[in-house]
């Protein structure tokens, strides 16, 4: 079975362009979350996905950052445009439905953005 | 708000020897407590979970985690450490059961020497 897959893994861009970050999540689990760690710090929640709805988007730093998640399967993440700050690693993660027992969170391999 | 400290940013251990990374949360109620590993080139891995009942709990990989109230702690252990156990390890809570809005700590970076 396929884990949570992220494109691309490495991007750099210049300050003011945009990036397109996807995640595909381990099929048939409906709950889709983002996080981000930029350098040196802790790794942050940026929002939830259930299915294709926003159930929590707390975590998003501001207007440049807007995630969607089409017909509840994949979903993408865009900065636009981008700046310096915004560079670290991008973590996606998947689940079950969410209050299932023990649920477990999968995570994929990151997204690593760098702003020049 | 819930927080999560891990005061060591880098440990250095022998092959061989016996680990200890600690972890200390802050929160009200009773916490839900995961460790990650995130090995170079991977993504985050969970080692383990902690929701409730014994409070010492086995992971992957050999590794176990004591939940310890009275000291707000969630520290990780491993008897003898091999060389691929090398790795950035985070300690995480989560607000309620099966809420994964996780707070992490920075991180503990593990090296392994021979």
């Known amino acids: 079975e396929a884990g949570v897959t992220q494109f691309p893994s490495h991007s750099v861009i210049e300050k003011g362009q945009t990036v397109t970050l996807r995640c595909d999540p381990i099929?048939?689990?409906?709950?889709l979350y983002w996080y981000r760690r930029v350098m040196g710090k802790e790794i942050k929640f940026l929002l939830h996905f259930v299915k294709e709805s926003k159930q929590d988007e707390s975590g998003m730093p501001n207007n440049r950052f807007l995630a969607e998640r089409t017909g509840g399967t994949y979903s993408t993440l865009k900065v636009q445009p981008a700046e310096l700050e915004d560079s670290g690693v991008y973590f996606c993660?998947?689940?079950?439905?969410?209050?299932?027992?023990?649920?477990?969170?999968?995570f994929g391999e990151g997204s690593w953005l760098t702003v020049v | 708000a819930q927080s999560v400290t891990q005061p060591d940013i880098h440990i250095t251990v022998s092959e061989g020897a016996s680990l200890e990374l600690r972890c200390n949360y802050s929160?009200?109620?009773?916490?839900?407590l995961f460790w990650y590993v995130q090995s170079p080139g991977q993504g985050l891995q969970l080692l383990l979970k902690y929701f409730s009942g014994d409070t010492l709990v086995q992971g992957i990989k050999g590794f176990e985690a004591e939940f310890k109230r009275s000291q707000s702690s969630f520290n990780l252990r491993k008897p003898s450490v091999h060389w691929s156990d090398a790795a950035e390890y985070f300690c995480?809570?989560?607000?309620?059961?099966?809420?994964?809005?996780?707070?992490f700590g920075t991180g503990t970076r593990l090296t392994i020497i021979p």
């Open positions: 995480a809570v989560a607000p309620t059961f099966g809420n994964e809005k996780l707070t």
């Open positions: 929160y009200g109620a009773t916490p839900y």
């Open positions: 099929s048939g689990h409906d709950n």
């Open positions: 993660a998947s689940s079950q439905v969410r209050g299932s027992s023990g649920n477990t969170i999968y």
